[in-house]
């Protein structure tokens, strides 16, 4: 019983606006702290690497932007498809505000992909299958928005955009595997659960702080944008009113 | 209840055969339109000719997708169709199959004439024939989906094509994939036996999510 009732509670708006907010702070801390220690560490006194150079520090910034564009997709979609069978409100809040962060994060590492690309493979952009799903990944998320606001009724635009997030998280499978699927120029993964990484542990290091820091502010910037969704989408309830005043 | 579904859209789709002509008469102009845009020469046409048959074939069956779902909200009985039937992704289902019998098959059936058109070698003939008659129908399903979660939106054609266009996109390789290895001279079950999984996987789950979206769609 006391796990459904805390389950429960996680559920309501206010509930959830009310404990976020003290949350947020300590987020944007570690989120900071984490961000500082992994640039310095990634950008200064980690190595160059012994073919690219310093070029590969900007896989620093690319790798976790990469993790997160598909990592977001999935949570989106788990959102979306628990407010649409069970209607919790929260849930369907909380997809809509993931998905633009999602889609931000999926630009940064085409972005900065395209800009390792030039001096690396000496073009910005090749057809290649980790680049161009991840290309499709930014149009599913473009396509989540787009077809969420379509509606003018918004629990109409909640339910239908869920479906479409439902739907279209089977590609991202296909992006996570188009490296062995198809072998192609991008490289395969350098971090694996199995066996031990091909990396010189500075790197690695590096690379693990910088993922986690960009999960925490990930989850920092989306406890932001919920609690923004959560007051314009509660914005007649009381509790809203009563804040305010 | 499939049966009478399915007998209702093709009655209705044979009494206005003029729109059924237009996506063919759309995939031949498009292929014309390429020895004007690309080169005539055959050698250059028969190189392209496996993406542009693909794609043009995709665009042809993205063009009658409207037909077959706005007519029906638009005055009401897909309203009460979804009230009579209580199994959405049986009416899905029947619109997704009357779409493919009336506008996907004559569009695989004519396509040898266009691979000719095209200069496709004659190696690349077999496999483009079997590739669109396992693809066409997962184009059917999936723009199903898209059209029946925009059918009640106004601004609903644009969004369409940038909903289902990249969930079409693995059909696009495997289907234009098999051309090309067949012209190499490569085996090329294995892209068609993808293909086939597609076509079930949509087969199996589309339906349902078609179902689920109309039923949003029309409460709306």
New interface residues.
Partial sequence: MATWTWFHRWSSPKWFYEKSGRWLPWLFTIAGVLLAYGLVHGLYFSPPDYQQGHSVRIMYLHVPSAFLSMSIYVIMAVCAAVG?IWRIKLAHAAAAAAAPIGAAFTFLALFTGSVWGKPTWNTYWVWDARITTEL?LF??Y??FI??RH??D?QQ?GD??AG??A???VI?VP?IHFSVYWWHTLHQGATISRFGKPKMDPNMLEALLVMIAAYYVLFIAIFFLRLRNELLWRERQASWVRELAK | MFKTLLQRELKLALRRPAELVNPLVFFLLVISLFPFAVSPEKADLAKVAPGVLWVAALFASMLTLELFYRGDYEDGSLEQLLLVTRAPYLVALAKASAQWLLSGLPLVLISPLLAGMMYLPDDGLLPLFLGLLLGSPVFCLIGGVGMSLTVGLRRGAVLLGLLIMPLLIPVLIYGAGAVTAALQGLPYNGQLALLGALLLFSLVLTPWASGAALKVSVSS
């Fill in positions: 649409y499709i149009f599913l473009v396509g787009a077809l379509a509606f009724d109409t339910r239908a479906i479409l439902m739907v279209g590609n296909i």
